[in-house]
């Protein structure tokens, strides 16, 4: 049987009890509002008396207060963090590509499209008219607006990398805060646990922290028995405990795309890979969603430059300028540009240097192979002699433009010969111009020229010499005057009579480029010269005249010296192309001289617009380098994916808000406050307070009369 007094106490712990749940009751009212606040529970426990043998127990001690709980699903809360690092990504990737859709402008009257359509426009006009200065102002105006736009838009996407980079500073930095914010949580967490205090709300501060960094980066969280819990961020631990790891930028250099890329690592120098979250997608926008952009740009950029200048430079201004470029080179030289590489001196020490001349078109150099330049002294008169294979019954010239003069110095007994081998007879054109400025300083001209008829195994021959002061230009020219045959087959022979005479013979190594040699007086050879040689293109059946500047420190042996001829193909090609798009300008030279645009396929040749022409369906072109797809389709085809891409983007975006919105308003069912659940507490407790303080007026008066009775 208990003890009357004993029942003062079970009143007593009854009010204290009803007590304390009111004000749990209250706390959760006054935080029905808070973000991230957890309802609370008071769970309470009935106290036992403890039993001692022969005495009889009581039946209880009252209540007590097991433990004051928050209402947390663990399940919600993770899929909330889950579905809020997916949001976030695709929030941020979703932004970059809008942003990016809003600097191309694209489709629209802005857009590169419509200036490269209207570029080519422009050429196709100077074909039509190309005596027409305004066709031609028109022409650079447009290219240099399509360069203007170009330019303007990488400036833009530059501009998206500077507040990419500012951003991800941001986002690692408020990271590490927050990291270092639910560190000091858990170890005050841990505290209160040890000292067995409530740290609900500490509880639910933490909670918050972790879902606000669950939207930067991706993180698993484990609980540990202590009450504090271990963070994983990326597959490394960011925090342990009450120690958190700092994340920190690194930059590293890409050779092969040329350009910085940023990774994270935490303090201990270990990689750190964000899969999802904020973080995630800046470090997307800024590694790989811009440089592809720029990358694209620059890609047409370069090939637009590569293919108008490669066309450009073939054709004629209106004044016989030649091998100008339209849009200015930023490296000389270019990838793709036919360059010499592989020589060195020869070991006879004769020749010194090697080159073509500057701003020759590629027609005028020779065919990518490999040469050997050799060098004859005291050539003794042998004829040199090259089988020629016709290309054309249409009057076009196999050998056109024989240039073997060097300067007055040319042997006085030089003899050019073409012999027909088959076919019927035919009918050669010939003229050489013999030129020098007598002592008044006036220009002399000795003209001749002929035609000759050849029949099989006959030949023709010339044979010329010079004067001191003379200058020789001969021009051999097959012409179908009458019965030219395709296939017919001739030999060209070049010879100097007699000793006494120097040589410089190119050929190619396998036998096949055949190119011709160049004779001259003994002592002729000296310094540095730009020589003309012939060579036959296969391919085409076409003898071109192609040009080198030799460097000659006399010959004074006979030696040779290889080298090679192709396109520059250097080690990192990004090098050139990088920034292509940011160095996009016209030619400042076309801007002064309009005349100088090379319309024409020929030198001086009225109403010439066969270049232009081909620079104008450059616009149907299929680019290599652009995946086989004309420039327009190109740009267009970027465009689609990028406006596919960002619907993409936005759509996953929706689809993780929408989870996540469900699943915080089921965690919000299980850990929200109602109000009229609190207000229903409230009452049960009001009632149950004044139960217990009744229960304590009774016992008082039960007492009250067992002492009254008692005296």
Known sequence: MGSTFGSFEIGRRGIHVMQKGSQVAGQNIANANTPGYSRQIMNLKALRPPAVPGVETPPGYGVDVAAINRIKSEFYSNQILQSLTARDYWSQLGETLAALEVIFLEPGDTGINTYLSEFFDAWQEVSVNPESYAARVNLVEQADTLSGVVREMYGRLEDMFIDTEKE????????????????????????????????????????????????????????????????????????????????????????????????????????????????????????????????????????????????????????????????????????????????????????????????IPDSRKLLDGEYRLETEVGYNGVSTAETVSSYSRNGQALVSGVDVAVDNELNSSIFFEVTKLDGEDIYLHYSYIHTKVNGDGELQTNVDEGIKKLKAGDNAGVAFGSGDGWTL?????????????????????????????????????????????????????????????????????????????????????????????????????????????????????????????????????????????????????????????????????????????????????????????????????????SLDDEMLSMIQFQHSYNAAAKFLSIIDQMLETLINEIR
Not at 286 to 304: C, I, K, Q, S, T
Request: glycine letters at 10%; hydrophobic letters at 40%; one cysteine or more.
């Open 473 to 673: 230009e001969l021009n051999i020219t097959l012409e179908d005057i009458l019965n030219f045959s395709e296939g017919d087959k001739f030999i060209i022979q070049v010879s100097a009579a007699g000793s006494g005479s120097d040589r410089i013979r190119l050929e190619s190594t396998d036998g096949v480029k055949a190119v011709y040699a160049i004779t001259a007086a003994s002592g002729a050879f000296e310094g540095e010269q730009e020589l003309q040689f012939f060579q036959l293109d296969e391919s085409t059946g076409e003898h071109r005249k192609v040009s080198l500047i030799i460097g000659v420190n006399g010959l004074t042996t006979d030696s040779d010296a290889v080298f090679t001829v192709g396109p520059f193909q250097p080690e990192h090609p990004r090098e050139y192309i990088y920034q292509a798009a940011a160095k996009l300008k016209v030619n400042p030279y076309l801007i002064e001289n309009k005349d100088a645009v090379a319309a024409a396929g020929k030198d001086r040749a009225p109403g010439d617009g066969a270049n232009a022409l081909e620079i104008a369906r450059l616009r149907e072109k299929l680019i290599e380098g652009l995946g086989n797809t004309t420039f327009e389709d190109f740009f267009r085809g970027l465009m689609v994916d990028l406006g596919v891409q960002g619907r993409e983007a936005q759509r996953l975006e929706y689809n993780m808000n929408a989870i996540y919105e469900n699943m915080a308003e089921q965690a919000e069912a299980v850990s929200g406050v």
């Open 168 to 359: 991800i500073n941001d986002c690692i930095t408020e990271i590490n805060v927050l990291a270092e914010e639910i560190a000091n949580l858990n170890k005050q967490i841990v505290f209160h646990e040890a000292l067995g205090k409530v740290s609900n709300e500490l509880l639910d501060e933490r909670d918050l922290r972790i879902q606000e960094l669950s939207e930067l980066i991706d993180i698993k969280v484990l609980q540990k028995e202590s009450g504090a819990v271990e963070i994983m961020a990326g597959g490394r631990t960011l925090l342990h405990d009450d120690l958190f790891f700092p994340l920190e930028k690194v930059i590293v250099f890409n050779e092969e795309t040329r350009e910085r890329e940023f990774s994270i690592q935490n303090n201990f120098k270990f990689k750190v890979n964000p899969l999802g979250g904020k973080l995630q997608g800046l470090l997307e926008t800024f590694n790989e969603v811009l440089p592809f952009y720029r990358a694209a740009m620059d890609d047409l950029a370069y090939h637009l430059v590569r293919e108008v200048n490669r066309v450009h430079r073939e054709g004629f201004g209106l004044e016989g300028s030649t091998g100008l470029n339209f849009f200015e080179p930023w490296e000389d030289p270019m990838p793709g540009d036919v360059i010499i590489s592989g020589f060195e001196a020869d070991p006879g020490g004769n020749i010194t240097s090697l080159g073509f001349p500057p701003g």
